[in-house]
């Protein structure tokens, strides 16, 4: 019987080093040699970043080219994190692909697995007003009997939780797995696993939960019922939110859309471009990874009357598909190489999955204490509607790395 490994990647977006590699290094280590460490995790992590970033425009263009009149949500970073973890364990073309998949090919494998060691130290948080926690965790199967090498840099490097599973019992297995990741999402993913195939020793689960609130929130009295123009000739009433405030707003010419940033509390940035009537396929076609330092150099403080809708969406994806259209394809194979996990020479990925929920409204997300006003210039606001298609990048500002993707078709979900 051939031995298959399930991947899942589950996902609810709430905007409601060979030396490492050996010692398992972490920077919170004191010394000389942690801050070693903390300065090439950093300079990684920017790399990644930039290289995440085009494998997430890459992305939207397959989907969007699939389904052009439907909502799009996912995690570009809790993608490549989940298989940037898997490739621990391929070698020779299987690594290979996976690496030029996900545009890391230029970085060396230190380099990256300590640049996602970095982000996922840097990324998980929790304040009153910000929580963010990406994680990962391994199912497995006794009868696999791993490399312990796989095992240990998946538990230093990406904080694997390591759950035993008899995957002898699918029924229960599935139940162990979906109570796993329900919790680990704060309810938010439920029975995602639908059916784990006969013959499966492990299942590699990535997490990703986000919320946080507004730097300045929408007053829910202005919000009133309006059309939403999903395209020509027809609309969906939603609950149109309005705020006037200080924003960063910017026009590109070359894409033909409007830029505006909305700042959460703490370090994170959601996005929203709309494109002129006509370009939302020009804009998601030309999107590259040095957007955001493109529209940096344009981007300008001003008054701005914002309307946005509600939105609460979700999206499931079958990765296994899409991701072939990107090269990668020997994972899912007999003849794919992940004798680094087992020695195993028939080991393969069955399935993978990644489901993504995004809510977003007044507050930001779930209900909080309102927060300050904001004093504004006497000026002539600028008007930025968002009732017809348009994008979503939600990113952290530092480095930046994009941590959500959406194309909003119909914020009505339907």
Known sequence: MNLTLGLGLFLAGLVTGEALVRAGASPNRHGTQSKVQEWRGKRDARKLALHNMQFAFKLLQKLAAKSPV???????????????????????????????????????????????????????????DVKMNLGNALFID???????????????????????????????????????????THGRITNLIRNIDPGTVMILANYAYFRARWQYEFDPNETKEEDFFVEKGKTVKVPMMFHRGMYDMAYDSQLSCTILEMPYLGNITATFVLPDNGKLQLLEQ?????????????????????????????????LK?????????????????LTRISSHRSLKVSEAVHKAELKMDEKGTEGAAGS???????????????????????????????????????PSGK
């Open 70 to 128: 439907q909502n799009i949500f996912f995690s570009p970073l809790s993608i490549s994190t989940a298989f940037s973890m898997l490739s621990l364990g391929a070698q020779n073309s299987t690594l290979a692909e996976i690496k030029k998949g996900f545009n890391f090919q230029e970085m060396s494998d230190e380099d990256i697995h300590l640049g996602f060691h970095y982000l996922l130290h840097k990324l998980n948080r929790e304040t009153k």
């Open 142 to 184: 006794q009868k696999l009997q791993p490399q312990e090498r796989f095992l240990r840099l998946a538990k230093n490097v990406y904080n694997a939780d390591m759950v035993p599973t008899r995957f002898q019992n699918l029924e229960n297995s599935q139940r162990q797995i979906n109570n796993y990741i329900s919790q680990k």
């Open 286 to 318: 030309g999107l590259q990874a040095d957007i955001f330092a493109k529209w940096k150099s344009f981007l300008s403080k001003r008054v701005v009357d914002v309307w946005m809708p509600r939105i609460h969406i979700s999206a499931t994806y079958n």
């Open 321 to 337: 598909k899409v991701l072939s259209r990107l090269g990668i394809s020997k994972v899912f194979e007999e003849q794919g190489d």
């Open 372 to 410: 300050g006003a904001q004093t504004l210039p006497m000026e002539t606001p600028q008007r930025f509607k968002l009732n017809k298609p348009f994008l979503l990048m939600i990113y952290e500002n530092f480095m930046p790395s994009m941590i959500f993707l959406a194309r909003i078709f119909d």
